[in-house]
């Protein structure tokens, strides 16, 4: 391997650990020129900036390294060098480390080796993390944390509502149709005055408005809390009276578990997209019908704004999960959904590609197609989400919002005719 402009090639490996890390820098030849062990803090940095600048290293030439990992302190500050840094899967360094001992022997330093190895002989075959701006970085922050808040709500809702059905049917029932169900205001509310059905069926009608009002209703208070108060005095099964009261307690404590996962997702939501909205690139992603403040961040977070990231748009679909894989061998040839791929921006994908039913027509008109072709809803969705990551691809490359008749151009009436 040559890189212009270094007479002689360095590569760097790095081995990190909770409290060290252990650096070995090899040549293009393989010759191991150093190795060392640093402390995961200042000190330990500027040794390894120290290394790396007694065997060349420069701005103009800054010496590669590969990690194990895409994300921690010791990346962040060398990827702020401007240096290019490769995140190498662990499983790829392990079939490496394979490759220079049957004894299946390992070490810290051995595995820093292997790293240093990668690049030297398979660099082309890797790509560096991506050079992405501050602010997109801070946005896959907050929408990551955002996301995993939502998921933590869910659980928290199921973990309530398994909960009360043991004992408290009248209030999954008092909220059965609501569209948020118990992660609803109102539902929060109620559980929290009142966490048994004894004293559910107590709450007057006046006691009702005055919660709803608590959890920020603001119409239909008065029908609400008529509607509630006839639910909570029905005949329901019951546990024994001291059971039920010890399972009230247990409800109260998921009930704080619940309000606290809703308040966190709240706030990330209003962080992330307040980050979102202030972003070159936000409105050509709000542009794509299916994609809002909190989506688009999604997807922005997932795809950042390096644009060299991806080489066409094939990369960025195969990345998004939405391109199938084909599997050949001899008479057989069989065509898969992706399974690797980044779970975070398939999920959005497939959201986008939903909402985007109901909000672009040739989006409805092309789902509708490949379902009449025999397609399965989950596959005809992913087929659109492959189309909308083309795209988007093109959209960011030339700065261009997203056009309907462009996007999806009608037939012309002489060509309707020629394929009658």
Request: net charge positive; hydrophobic share 45%.
């Amino acid at each position: 391997m040559e890189i212009t402009g270094l007479p002689t090639p360095v590569f760097c490996g790095v081995d990190w650990a909770e409290d060290h890390h252990d650096i070995a820098l090899v040549d293009a030849g393989g010759k191991q020129l150093a190795k060392l062990r640093i402390s995961d803090d200042a000190v330990g940095f500027a040794q390894l900036t120290t290394l790396l600048a007694e065997h060349g290293d420069s701005e103009d030439v800054p010496i590669p390294v590969a990690i194990e990992t895409s994300r921690g302190l010791l990346v962040a500050c060398l990827r702020a060098t401007g240096r290019p840094v490769f995140a190498i899967n662990p499983l790829a360094v392990a079939r490496y480390r394979d490759r220079h001992s049957v004894a299946r022997k390992k070490s810290d330093a051995i595995d820093a080796a292997a790293l240093a190895n990668i690049l030297r002989t398979d660099m082309a075959a890797h790509r560096p993390l991506p050079a992405d701006s501050e602010l997109v970085q801070a946005i896959a922050v907050l929408a990551r944390a955002q996301q995993d808040a939502v998921w933590a709500r869910g659980q928290a809702q199921n973990r309530l509502r398994s909960q009360l059905r043991e004992f408290y049917p009248a209030i999954l029932e008092a909220f059965a149709r609501h569209k948020h169900g118990l992660c609803s205001r109102e539902a929060r509310s109620i559980l929290a005055a009142a966490p048994t059905p004894a004293a559910a069926a107590k709450l007057t009608r006046r006691r009702l408005q005055a919660l709803l009002k608590q959890a920020g209703r603001v119409r239909g208070i008065q029908a609400e809390a008529e509607r509630l108060h006839e639910v909570f005095k029905r005949e329901y099964l019951h546990q024994l009276p001291q059971v039920e009261v010890a399972l009230g307690h247990q409800a109260s404590a998921l009930v704080r578990q619940l309000n606290t996962a809703c308040d966190n997702a709240e706030q990330l939501e209003e962080a992330v997209t307040h980050a979102f909205e202030v972003h070159p690139d936000a409105a050509i992603i709000r542009s794509f019908p299916g994609l809002a403040s909190l989506t688009g961040a999604r997807v922005l977070a997932e795809i950042g704004d390096d644009r060299a990231r991806f080489a066409n748009a094939g990369s960025l679909k195969a990345y998004a999960g939405s391109a199938p894989v084909t599997r050949a061998s001899g008479k057989s040839c069989k065509v898969m959904s992706r399974k690797v791929k980044n779970q975070r921006l398939a999920a959005v994908g497939y959201v986008w590609a939903f909402v985007s039913l109901t909000r672009s027509p040739g989006a409805r008109a092309h789902y509708d197609r490949r379902r009449a072709t025999g397609e399965r809803h989950v596959a005809a969705q992913r087929n659109l989400f492959n189309r909308f990551m083309g795209m988007l691809f093109h959209c960011l490359q030339n700065g261009h919002t997203y056009d309907e008749a462009t996007a999806f151009p009608q037939p012309t009436l002489g060509l309707t005719t020629a394929a009658a």
